[in-house]
């Protein structure tokens, strides 16, 4: 039920910060935690269908009309806007990429070095690393992501989907946030790379842990056997 009620009340809280790049990655992760549902618990899907009506009123009428008149420019700032003045933002970033490119201003710098408010934040992780770290912090942030990617990929079944759907919902965000600097990224990036070691050592006793998730073992014996027989 907890991991159940998450799901609405995951969405409502998303809602109510009114931020249009939350709301995108939001709809990407209730899309993916669909599929995974579809895969291993049809009931279930069925039974939250059939609670979409009260959920979009419990929406309706808790949330303020702003927040939808605010998310309802989504469309207007992906064809001809500034997406919230971010393009300015970005171009005082490059600017300063530029100025040392190699090993960049230092951590936590980019809005010194952007010359932006002290309020502001660079509204995207790869131009971030770029600004701070340079070229060499930014490689180093590439190898991490690819072997965090490499260690989803050694898990199986519904785990290895699940990984990948986070990833996906990461990497949205870091397009519009500088998710660098958040913990859970961290904590987020360790769990994919332990469970990818877990992959690697046991397969088949990580996949098993998960309901829904192909019985390996088995298949693999049945596999091997037909293609002795078929010798």
């Not at 159940?4 to 993916?32: E, K, M, N, Q």
């Not at 291993?40 to 008149?69: C, D, M, Q, T, Y």
């Not at 919230?84 to 951590?107: E, K």
Request: aromatic letters at 6%; glycine letters at 14%.
């Amino acid at each position: 039920m907890l991991a159940l009620g998450y799901l609405p009340l995951g969405l409502i809280a998303v809602l109510l910060t009114a931020s249009r790049g939350g709301f995108l990655a939001a709809l990407v992760a209730l899309a993916g935690c669909g599929f995974l549902l579809v895969r291993g618990h049809a009931k279930v899907v069925v039974a939250g269908a059939l609670a979409l009506p009260a959920i979009a009123a419990v929406l309706w009428f808790g949330v303020s009309r702003e927040v939808f008149e605010r998310l309802a420019t989504i469309p207007e700032q992906l064809q001809g806007g500034d997406l919230n003045q971010r393009m300015n933002i970005w171009s005082a970033g490059w600017d300063a990429f530029v100025q040392s490119p190699l090993i960049g201003s230092g951590a936590g710098s980019f809005v010194a070095a952007a010359g932006l408010n002290p309020a502001d934040t660079a509204h995207n992780t790869a131009l971030s690393i770029l600004v701070s770290g340079g070229l060499c912090g930014f490689l180093l942030a590439v190898c991490i992501v690819i072997a965090v990617v490499m260690g989803a990929m050694q898990t199986r079944g519904n785990l290895r989907l699940a990984l990948v759907i986070v990833l996906v919902v990461w990497g949205i965000t870091s397009l519009v946030a500088t998710v660098e600097e958040s913990r859970t990224t961290w904590l987020l990036l360790g769990l994919i790379a332990a469970a990818g070691r877990l992959g690697r050592e046991d397969g088949d006793g990580l996949a098993s842990c998960f309901p829904g998730a192909v019985p390996w073992a088995g298949f693999n014996s049945a596999q091997t056997g037909l293609q002795s027989v078929g010798g």
